[in-house]
């Protein structure tokens, strides 16, 4: 019988490949297999792996948007920890999944120097970062691992999901910025980034945040 091994396996920029009616077992040697430098994301749920490779576009926006993100943090003088596409995985809930972007910021205090995840005793990222390019962001593992907010760039927009009652809904506002028009401003700065590059965009929001929470603060 011939044998498939995962480093064998090339997906092109931009696509995807599914395998369904894998073991957390099978999942967790393909984990190992794939090694943590690589380019691919896996989001795994109830036996099925998805396998993305992101595009270029893909990772700009992801990387302007979390900029973005940071500034606003920075601004509003509120702690976080970043960590990135760690994958974060429950054996019980059957769920793993590596994020674009994700940080800590409510329970940021307990991640300083974490080297190690273990969501049986670590509580899960407080905001996750997904760009739906290629494919889109499998929410019921997102659901499985109790992430409360996640927020996704498809079509140009800027959507905002809220963990209720285990169940992502959608929302105009933001559980960890309450107060502030984050739709409205990472859309049109993530816009405004993509004709006047990406420094004059940043300084550009660290100036509209500190208007808007002189405004409404």
């Known amino acids: 019988m011939f044998t498939l091994q995962l480093k064998q396996l090339d997906v092109p920029p931009g696509h995807r490949v599914l395998l369904h009616n894998l073991t957390w077992q ?76 994700c940080l800590y910021i409510k329970n940021h205090a307990l991640m300083i120097g974490k080297e190690r995840i273990d969501l049986n005793v670590d509580p899960p990222p407080d905001l996750a970062i997904e760009v739906d390019v290629a494919s889109k962001t499998q929410l019921s593992a997102y659901e499985a691992l109790g992430v409360p907010e996640i927020w996704r760039y498809e079509s140009h927009q800027l959507k905002i999901s809220l963990l209720q009652n285990g169940e992502y809904v ?5 559980l960890t910025f309450p107060n502030f028009p984050v739709i409205e401003g990472i859309s049109r700065f993530l816009d405004f ?23 409404f603060g």
Not at 29 to 54: C, F, K, M, N, S
Not at 170 to 174: D, K, L, V
Not at 198 to 214: D, G, I, N, S, Y
């Open 26 to 101: 099978e999942f967790e040697l393909i984990l190992e297999d794939l090694g943590e430098r690589r380019a691919t994301r896996l989001a795994y749920h109830q036996g099925t792996l998805e396998i993305v490779a992101p595009l270029p576009k893909h990772e700009q926006t992801k990387v302007v948007i979390s900029n973005l993100l940071v500034v606003l943090l920075d601004e509003l003088d509120l702690n976080w920890e970043p960590l990135g596409s760690t994958t974060f995985r429950r054996k019980e809930m059957a769920a793993g999944i590596e994020p674009d972007d």
């Open 193 to 215: 980034s993509r004709t006047a590059g990406t420094r004059p965009a940043l300084k550009a929001f660290r100036q509209w945040v500190k208007e808007q929470l002189c405004q």
């Open 170 to 174: 959608e929302s105009q506002t933001s």
